[in-house]
């Protein structure tokens, strides 16, 4: 079996030209097309495009470089309050989906892709790469692994830079992002649901947006969307997580951490440095390994890797033909859970999780 497979992207704005470069490095994954209906960004698309040596024809109308390239796969990168629409007539043509994270902005839109892609033909994957970066895989292979016992509590810190520019200024609204906790947290509750193998039932959470983009306007209206907080989530089988977030931290040494705790001990990975450390119970550690990412997935993207490694298991699905390994369950349910924790903070309540993707 061939192993070439055409692709094309609908939306190329960073996220965009950072699934360009890693394309690049995937065996027998071709670009033919891009479509976005923003001049620059088709424009940076063609200059990055040539630096890579893709032949790629550009377009801004997404159902006519559907019908013109007919491509094998199609990675969906547009503003994240398009992804609902934009993905139903791919999914009409056939086409495998990568779509990026979150899958959609709301509930009820989550819910119907949920339902939709549940007896597709093709593969359908959602962009939650986050557990592709190489330390963090290590460090889940060793929580899965036992090495800790059954974790008990679950802890992850991001405190990083603030929301970048993007065409139009797009996610500075919640009503175009679904609120932080959706548009940024979704890959960290993810990442919950994939660490403990299980599933949140109630989030209690507090934030704010005290700091960033208090003195943007546009079009008169200031950006409403929280640049920090903690939110705090209990799982059915008894594990308690709590997410730290900060964007307004761009000094940190580190800038995510993530520990589990469980009888034995500790495990803990942070990046960007890549250590992954086991301080069992006697206090014989910490044991530190450091674990390498290679160079050109590192320097393609911004997300430590993940996006290549994402990128590689997404084709070899698609040349097998085999199921995703991140699924729009998985999408459905990290927005979920992202829009209880934004509910709990408009309101201070503890929020009960109830999933609508069982039937």
């Not at 990026?100 to 959602?126: G, H, I, S």
Request: charged share 20%.
């Amino acid at each position: 079996m061939s192993e070439r497979r055409t692709y094309a992207i609908i939306g190329c704005g960073m996220m965009g030209r950072e699934h360009m470069r890693n394309l690049a490095l995937i065996d027998g994954a071709e670009l033919v097309a891009i479509a976005d209906p923003d001049a620059g960004s088709l424009k940076a698309a063609q200059v990055q495009a040539d630096a890579l040596g893709q032949k790629v024809a550009l377009f801004t109308d997404n159902a006519t470089m559907m019908a013109e390239a007919a491509p094998d796969a199609v990675i969906i990168a547009s503003p994240n309050f398009t992804h609902f629409d934009i993905v139903q007539p791919v999914m009409e043509a056939g086409a495998a989906v990568l779509l990026e994270k979150p899958m959609c902005t709301t509930l009820d839109d989550a819910l119907a892709l949920e339902r939709a892609a549940r007896n597709y033909a093709n593969l359908f994957w959602v962009g939650l790469e986050y557990r592709y970066m190489p330390p963090v895989t290590s460090f889940i292979d060793r929580v899965h692994s036992g090495e800790a016992g059954a974790i008990k509590m679950l802890a992850i810190r991001e405190h990083r830079f603030p929301f970048l520019p993007k065409v139009g200024d797009w996610n500075r609204f919640n009503r175009n992002t679904g609120g932080t906790l959706v548009e940024k947290c979704c890959h960290f509750f993810d990442l919950m649901r994939h660490i403990l193998r299980d599933e949140p039932v109630r989030v209690f959470a507090s934030g704010a947006q005290d700091v960033n983009h208090l003195e943007e306007r546009y079009n008169g209206e200031t950006p409403d969307i929280i640049d920090n907080a903690f939110v705090m989530l209990d799982f059915a089988g008894g594990a308690r997580a709590v997410l730290d977030l900060c964007m307004f931290a761009e000094g940190s040494s580190e800038q995510e951490e993530i520990s589990a705790v469980g009888p034995k001990g500790k495990l803990e990975v942070k990046l960007p440095s890549g250590f992954v450390s086991w301080s069992p119970r006697d206090r014989s550690g910490p044991f530190l390994e450091h674990i390498e990412t290679p160079p050109d997935a590192l320097a393609a993207g911004t997300h430590h890797g993940a996006t290549f490694f994402q990128q590689r298991d997404f084709h070899t699905a698609l040349v097998n033909r085999t199921a995703p390994l991140i699924n729009a369950r998985d999408g459905y349910r990290s927005v979920a859970i992202g829009a209880a924790a934004q509910h709990s903070i408009a309101t201070g309540q503890p929020v009960d999780i109830h999933y609508q993707d069982k039937d």
